[in-house]
């Protein structure tokens, strides 16, 4: 999931803007618990009147709060876009979006710990996905008008994210979607969605 968050600053010049003819951005963003902090640098060249330029360099300091529902682990923060106005003669007015990606409601995420704890409760740990026990229990969601049966795995050594993939027939973003995946270690526990056939 990602969140796009609008940021508008108005900057004064010393001098009237003729014209705009080179203008950068550059960002830097860091995040302290659901607080976003960050600086934007513009920079760029500008005509005072016809035949005289002149440059800026400015830099503006960004402060954001994200609503505490969404998991942070997997953010990343970008420029989605970019644009000015000139207003009054001598003020540039910029515009930026913010996209913060990688989001994830705290809601799916108690739901998946509590699936993991469900399966783990009826046994459902598997190592071979080619095992097949139609006495084992399973856990049964429905999504979309079709039936996704939930198994938990256990990383073993000398598992990667590679060779689960390829044993559990499954993409990285299917396993991504149910599980927050920075890296994989032994002992891990994996939620593995399938289609009950």
């Known amino acids: 999931m990602n969140k ?3 940021f ?18 550059d960002k830097k963003f860091s995040i302290e618990g659901y607080t976003i902090k960050g600086v934007f640098t513009i920079n760029g060249e500008y ?36 644009y000015y106005e000139i207003k009054d003669s001598n003020k540039l007015v910029i515009n930026i979006d ?25 046994g459902e740990l598997i190592d ?3 095992e097949d026990n139609e006495e084992r229990p399973n856990i049964i ?3 979309n008008n079709e039936y996704i049966t939930y198994r938990v795995c256990i990383v073993r050594e000398g598992d990667t994210l590679d060779s689960i993939l390829t044993k559990y027939n499954i993409s990285s973003d299917t396993l991504q979607k149910y599980n927050t995946i920075n890296e994989i270690k032994t ?10 056939h």
Not at 8 to 25: D, G, P, V
């Open 4 to 6: 796009i968050y609008s």
């Open 47 to 82: 005509l005072i009147r016809e035949n005289e330029k002149d440059e800026f360099n400015i830099e503006i300091p960004y402060l954001n709060y994200i609503e505490d529902d969404y998991l942070l682990n997997k953010v990343n923060i970008d420029i989605d876009d970019f």
């Open 8 to 25: 508008k600053k108005e900057i004064l010049f010393k001098n009237n803007i003729y014209e705009i003819l080179s203008i950068a951005i």
């Open 128 to 130: 071979d996905p080619d």
């Open 98 to 122: 913010i996209l913060v990606d990688g989001l994830e409601e705290k809601q799916d995420r108690d739901i998946i710990d509590n699936l993991v704890e469900e399966v783990e409760a009826k």
């Open 187 to 196: 002992g891990d526990k994996l939620i593995i969605p399938y289609e009950k």
């Open 141 to 143: 969601e429905k999504q």
